[in-house]
T-cell receptor, first 117, second 109 residues
Framework: GAVVSQHPSRVICKSGTSVKIECRSL??????MFWYRQFPKQSLMLMAT?????????EQGVEKDKFLINHASLTLSTLTVTSAHPEDSSFYIC?????????????FGQGTRLTVV | GQNIDQPTEMTATEGAIVQINCTYQ??????LFWYQQHAGEAPTFLSY??LDGLEEKGRFSSFLSRSKGYSYLLLKELQMKDSASYLC??????????WGAGTKLIIKP
């Protein structure tokens, strides 16, 4: 099946620094990738939809200047958490689906556990 | 608005059967997914239903009734490794996934 790879799996950073998370589709081209955040004991919350070659679409309440998304190629999307604060500590997950629509499962990266100290 | 409801937590016994329900109200419908998620890990795909009826896949089965906006995931011969959260997600008219909050399933020996 299709594979989505996400790195790093775990990162600890100091408050005020920036962290970049990469999401790669390894065996298919993804014009669209999705970035989710998941707090403990809660479900996935869609943060933004990453579109190859154009600006990302952010969900209501998500600060686009804080969570920078770059989808520079058909296999790579990056999420940069800028000026991280302890409240940004969470589990970040990306997903992508092969181009055919409907009935195609979303493949998830392994997730990134971000801890801001 | 869009809404997906599933129980927060369920407990079952090893070897038994458990049914996890999901009801939904969304703007359009292009299929319903069930995912399994172990703590600290990404979700993994279990099933997809777009037509009414039961889809069986080994110990897991998923049912859909579009007229009732209802689905369930049936897990048979429960094993301890089935302890996880089970997420229901509906694909809306824009092919976006709308996620339920997840059901935490606890399996007891």
């Amino acid at each position: 099946g299709a594979v989505v790879s996400q790195h790093p799996s775990r990162v600890i950073c100091k408050s005020g620094t920036s962290v970049k998370i990469e999401c790669r589709s390894l065996d298919f081209q993804a014009t669209t990738m999705f970035w989710y955040r998941q707090f403990p004991k809660q479900s996935l919350m869609l943060m933004a939809t990453s579109n190859e070659g154009s600006k990302a679409t952010y969900e209501q309440g998500v600060e686009k200047d804080k969570f920078l998304i770059n989808h520079a190629s058909l296999t790579l999307s990056t999420l940069t958490v800028t000026s991280a604060h302890p409240e940004d500590s969470s589990f970040y997950i990306c997903s992508a689906r092969p181009p055919d629509r409907g009935g195609t499962e979303a493949f998830f990266g392994q997730g990134t556990r971000l801890t801001v100290v | 608005g869009q809404n997906i409801d599933q129980p927060t937590e369920m407990t079952a016994t090893e070897g038994a059967i458990v049914q996890i329900n999901c009801t939904y109200q969304t703007s359009g419908f292009n299929g319903l997914f069930w995912y399994q998620q172990h703590a600290g890990e990404a979700p993994t795909f279990l099933s997809y239903n777009v037509l009414d009826g039961l889809e069986e896949k080994g110990r897991f089965s998923s049912f859909l009734s579009r007229s009732k906006g209802y689905s369930y995931l049936l897990l048979k011969e429960l094993q301890m490794k089935d302890s996880a959260s089970y997420l229901c997600a509906v694909q809306d008219s824009n092919y976006q996934l709308i996620w339920g909050a997840g059901t935490k399933l606890i399996i007891k020996p």
